[in-house]
């Protein structure tokens, strides 16, 4: 196995987005002392963590050519559902329980009507985002409920493991666990393909419905994960958890080098992706940047981040492949 | 002094390619002038570069001999030029008339655009062209055929001088080439310089009446029509001639009927009662025009599309019919549009020759196992690639093409169905696939193979079926035909 220094055109979309984090966090450090404090940084993690692990079951459905928009919803119900299961039995069995049911339950949803009967993901995700904040709203009544979390729940969302911060744990698992699926299984594979040519893909043997539902039930599974770390963060569950967060996190998917077209993109894109705006929302914050500016600089980032992709698909030789493929 | 278009010492390097080195071209007004070359050559470059796709690096174009800047496809139709490109740009839900005059030359009225006048104005070039159709009608309903010649007439309101042809015949049956060829020789008439890019060696030699050479982005020759024949042609393009290959040995011809297909119907209605069988090791050669079902049909025997009735059986066993049940049973296709269906672009060669491979979903797959599976095809095959983890779009299009059909052989097929596979190839990978072909059929495989080109239908099959508007209408004996028999059957002549 050689090794080979990328070239602008063989890095991946993400080293871009990982410069510029290391240019903002030096920066940062330089200019605000407060800002490379144990806590601050912590902190970051902490607060990136939720948004990393929606975004890491959002890669599959973007990959798929798909995209997710009820996670958003689908972490409060997840939180919501959490909050009943508690009352009734241990809770590590509640735990267990709300991620079963809501992986079923979402997942089977979104699953069956974009994979299996072929509806458009934007309207079916659209829907159940309504859906099930509707219910989060409609079971609490609209009111925010206190949960005591003990020690298991508190840790998946807000404590350590040992010297490692709960929700770093759970992202290292979970991203972990996806770069080889991805990278390394039939099924990654088959994402991959779904999304880059669905023709194709099926032609060759792919079950593609099956591949595209796969991708939703995954989606569908971090956000029950996300719900319940947002639990543990907060010790309490709302009906408003993760309002409008789906879009932070598609913000943060495509700035990590994944095609809203699908077919190309990785785990470590939309971490790093995510990381970054995170970063930048508590470099703002710390400077005393007004919220409102925040999303104004998500919404800038993106578009420069997509425009800045494509110059360097441009400048490195798209002309090229292109008219190659044009010829033959 | 010129009165037409000349392109002078035009050079254009993409990245580490020179695609074109001082390159000159001149047009006369009325002539059709075919740019030749295998692919790579650089041919399509110069006629982007003409039609303000691309802009060279250097050298200059002179309209009527004065120098003028083609910085944008806009600008090169003002000075009427007009490329006609291999994808179809037209917008498939609007009008006829609407696609023609979209975006220029609008006709007007006080209430915004005047139908009527733009009616009898798309009217007057469709009848230049020969074609009646309703100008209002929608543009996706047309065959692609004429599709394509609603792209010309597109160009043709533009006034323009000179028309652009990338491989306009390369989707087209023969009596639509013949169609367009009509159109083509009605414009050189009226005057129109007409540049020509075709693979087929008998169209270029039929209607052009000049040839430009180019050979990895060099000019090597051009001359008239007279006196040149089809060695001459060949002796520039390549440099090594592709020896003619021998004829297989049919040995390998079994009794046996591998592939039976009884009253086949679609559920769409693209073809009807279809009953065939193919022996093994025979290839069978799927004659007919484009639009007779061919491709709906081997379509359902891979699984991909709806049947209404009928049954498929290989070795005497129903064979599957969803695409992952139809490769288990042995029924491999090799699509006839590699962009659209058979690559995936952005994958690697190793992902895309092993994608075929279905094991339990979250299985690992041994990078180590797949590489040395594809090394041993791209061995085989000859396949000109950087890698197994190559970027398949990094290929030629006879290499992609190689990658596919050993995708296919990879699942140890029963029947290996083939739907152009040559179409858009050059020559020397186009012998290469026959090669494979005549080699594999040795062996034992059965090969159905689908094409519009006659010559490639009596090059390699052992026996000819033709489709004629969603029927058989012919089973042939390759030693006891004619093209002209084919033909015939292809066109529905009794």
């Known amino acids: ?328 | 002094m010129n009165a037409g278009v000349e392109m002078r010492h035009i050079s254009k390097r993409f990245d580490a390619v020179q695609a074109l080195s001082n390159v000159s071209l001149d047009l006369r007004p009325g002539e059709v002038h075919t740019v030749a070359g295998e692919n790579g050559s650089g041919k399509s470059t110069l006629l982007k570069i003409l039609g303000g796709v691309i802009r060279p690096d250097k050298g200059e174009i002179l309209v009527a001999g004065a120098t003028k800047e083609f910085h944008s496809v806009r600008d090169a139709m003002r000075y009427g030029v007009t490329m006609v490109s291999q994808e179809l740009s037209l917008i498939p839900n609007l009008g006829i008339a609407e696609n023609i005059f979209i975006g220029h030359n609008q006709s007007r009225n006080k209430f915004g655009i005047d139908w009527k006048d733009t009616d009898r104005r798309a009217l007057e070039i469709l009848e230049r062209l020969n074609i009646s159709v309703d100008p209002r009608r929608e543009v996706s309903t047309l065959p692609q055929h004429e599709q394509q010649l609603v792209e010309i007439a597109r160009a043709l309101s533009f006034n323009a001088k000179v028309l652009l042809l990338d491989e306009p015949t390369s989707s087209l049956a023969p009596n639509e080439v013949e169609a367009l060829f009509k159109v083509v020789r009605q414009l050189r008439e009226d005057g129109v310089a007409v540049v020509l890019i075709t693979h087929r060696m008998s169209e270029m030699l039929e209607i052009s009446d000049r040839f430009t050479v180019l050979r990895d982005g060099k000019f090597i020759d051009t001359s008239d029509r007279s006196g040149i024949d089809e060695n001459w042609l060949i002796e520039r393009m390549v440099i090594n001639k592709p020896k003619a290959s021998a004829r297989r040995n049919y040995s390998a011809v079994g009794k046996r009927p591998v592939l039976e297909v009884k009253g086949l119907s679609d559920r769409a209605g693209a073809y009807r009662d279809i009953s065939f069988e193919v022996r093994e090791g025979e290839i069978v050669g799927l004659a007919g025009l484009a639009g007779a079902g061919r491709t709906e049909l081997v379509e359902t025997l891979s699984g991909v599309r709806q049947r209404k009735a009928g049954s498929v059986f290989i070795n005497g066993r129903k064979a599957g019919n969803n695409s992952r049940t139809a490769l288990a049973s042995g029924i491999a296709l090799v699509p006839d549009d590699r962009r659209e269906k058979s690559t995936i672009h952005e994958m690697s060669v190793r992902d895309n020759l092993m994608l075929s491979q279905h094991k339990f979903e979250l299985k690992h797959r041994s990078k180590r196992n797949e590489e040395r599976i594809v090394g041993n095809w791209i061995d085989k095959f000859s396949i000109k690639a950087s890698g197994a983890d190559a970027l398949i779009k990094s290929l030629s299009g006879g290499n992609q093409q190689k990658v596919v059909i050993a995708r296919c052989l990879q699942t140890n097929p029963k029947i290996l169905i083939l739907d152009e596979a040559t179409r858009g190839v050059d020559l020397g990978a186009k012998a290469e696939i026959y090669e494979i072909l005549r080699k594999l059929a040795d062996e034992g495989l059965s090969i159905l193979l689908v094409s519009s080109e006659i010559s490639e239908i009596f090059e390699i099959s052992d026996r000819i079926l033709v489709m004629h508007a969603g029927e058989l209408s012919a089973n042939l004996d390759r030693s006891k035909t004619s093209e002209a028999e084919v033909v015939a059957a292809a066109t529905g002549v009794k």
């Open chain 1, 1 to 328: 196995m050689k090794f080979r220094m990328p070239t602008l055109s063989t890095m991946p979309a993400w080293f871009g987005v990982l410069f510029l984090e290391i240019l903002l966090i030096i920066v940062m450090a330089i200019t605000q002392p407060v800002f490379f404090s144990g806590s601050n940084l912590s902190n970051i993690i902490r607060s990136s963590a939720i948004p990393i692990v929606l975004g890491i079951g959002m890669t599959y459905t973007i990959l798929t050519a798909g995209i997710d928009l009820s996670v958003g919803s689908v972490l409060a119900f997840s939180g919501i559902l959490l909050s009943g299961m508690v009352d009734l039995m241990p809770r590590y069995f509640a735990v267990v329980a709300t991620i079963a049911l809501v992986t079923l339950i979402v997942g089977g949803v979104n699953g069956t009507l974009i994979g299996r009967l072929g509806l458009n993901s934007f309207v079916v995700t659209l829907g159940t985002l309504g859906i099930f904040r509707g219910i989060s709203y409609l079971v609490t009544n609209g009111t925010t409920r206190r949960v005591d979390t003990g020690s298991l729940i508190n840790k998946i969302g807000d404590g350590n493991v040992g010297p490692i911060p709960g929700p770093m744990l759970v992202v290292i698992v979970l991203a972990g666990i996806s770069i080889y699926i991805l990278k390394s299984t039939y099924f990654g594979r088959d994402i991959y393909a779904v999304g880059g040519n669905e023709f194709a893909a099926k032609l060759a043997g792919i079950y593609t419905g099956r591949v595209k539902m796969n991708a939703y039930v995954i989606s569908a599974f971090c956000a029950a994960i996300a719900g319940i770390m947002q639990v543990g963060r907060l010790s309490s569950a709302a009906p408003t958890a993760g309002a409008g967060l789906e879009l932070t996190v598609v913000a943060g998917v495509l700035l990590g080098g994944t095609r809203l077209s699908g077919g190309v993109g990785s785990i470590w894109g939309t971490v790093i992706g995510l990381l970054f705006l995170q970063t930048v929302s508590n470099s703002l914050t710390i400077q005393g940047v007004s919220s409102y500016w925040q999303q104004v600089v998500t919404g800038v980032l993106l578009g420069a981040a997509v425009l800045f992709d494509r110059i360097r698909l441009e400048l490195s030789g798209r002309a090229k492949s292109k008219e190659k493929s044009n010829e033959v």
